[in-house]
């Protein structure tokens, strides 16, 4: 859940299966006044949202296995897929951006892509990402690769705080 400009409320919501199995997702927008559930929704064309964050006018979404990085402009209702990670591990791991380790820091947009199987191996693109948020422009920076940290797998929660520092809590080993 997270605002989406002044005027909407944003909720990622994920359709699940009676067998538990995601089947299908959406973002629900709600205008704050309503009396309704929602006023609009956002169809996402991924099975599951993992996570959702507002930034520099625009609804940023990794969605999907392999969290792909999906934007809607503010006033838009159309999700866009902007970046893809390729997963090269034959074990077909699924990649994770964990609720918490996502946020928007000193003009940023800061990710933590998470559950590799290995930190060393070529296969993975766990790390720490950052990248500006201007789709027509996007760059992504890989600020700690899961090799630097040694064992590295995944990040857990990330926290800007007003004196430029960004907190970052991250599990190693299995």
Request: proline share 6%; charged share 10%; with cysteine.
């Given at each position: 859940?997270?605002?989406?400009?002044?005027?909407?409320?944003?909720?990622?919501?994920?359709?699940?299966?009676?067998?538990?199995?995601?089947?299908?997702?959406?973002?629900?927008?709600?205008?704050?006044?309503?009396?309704?559930?929602?006023?609009?929704?956002?169809?996402?064309?991924?099975?599951?949202?993992?996570?959702?964050?507002?930034?520099?006018?625009?609804?940023?979404?990794?969605?999907?296995?392999?969290?792909?990085?999906?934007?809607?402009?503010?006033?838009?209702?159309?999700?866009?897929?902007?970046?893809?990670?390729?997963?090269?591990?034959?074990?077909?791991?699924?990649?994770?951006?964990?609720?918490?380790?996502?946020?928007?820091?000193?003009?940023?947009?800061?990710?933590?892509?998470?559950?590799?199987?290995?930190?060393?191996?070529?296969?993975?693109?766990?790390?720490?990402?950052?990248?500006?948020?201007?789709?027509?422009?996007?760059?992504?920076?890989?600020?700690?690769?899961?090799?630097?940290l040694g064992s590295f797998r995944s990040i857990a929660s990330m926290y800007g705080t007003a004196s430029q520092a960004l907190?970052?809590?991250?599990?190693?080993?299995?």
């Amino acid at each position: 859940m997270d605002n989406f400009g002044i005027p909407y409320l944003a909720v990622a919501v994920n359709n699940v299966t009676s067998s538990g199995l995601a089947a299908g997702c959406k973002i629900l927008l709600w205008d704050r006044t309503s009396p309704t559930i929602w006023n609009d929704e956002i169809d996402v064309p991924e099975k599951y949202i993992q996570n959702i964050l507002y930034a520099g006018g625009y609804l940023w979404i990794w969605a999907g296995s392999t969290a792909n990085l999906y934007v809607c402009p503010l006033g838009s209702r159309q999700a866009t897929r902007v970046w893809t990670f390729n997963n090269l591990d034959p074990r077909d791991y699924a990649f994770t951006v964990y609720p918490n380790a996502v946020t928007y820091h000193n003009g940023r947009v800061y990710f933590g892509l998470s559950n590799s199987p290995s930190a060393s191996s070529a296969f993975t693109p766990s790390g720490l990402y950052s990248f500006n948020p201007n789709p027509t422009n996007l760059q992504l920076n890989i600020e700690i690769n899961g090799g630097t940290l040694g064992s590295f797998r995944s990040i857990a929660s990330m926290y800007g705080t007003a004196s430029q520092a960004l907190y970052v809590g991250y599990q190693t080993g299995s």
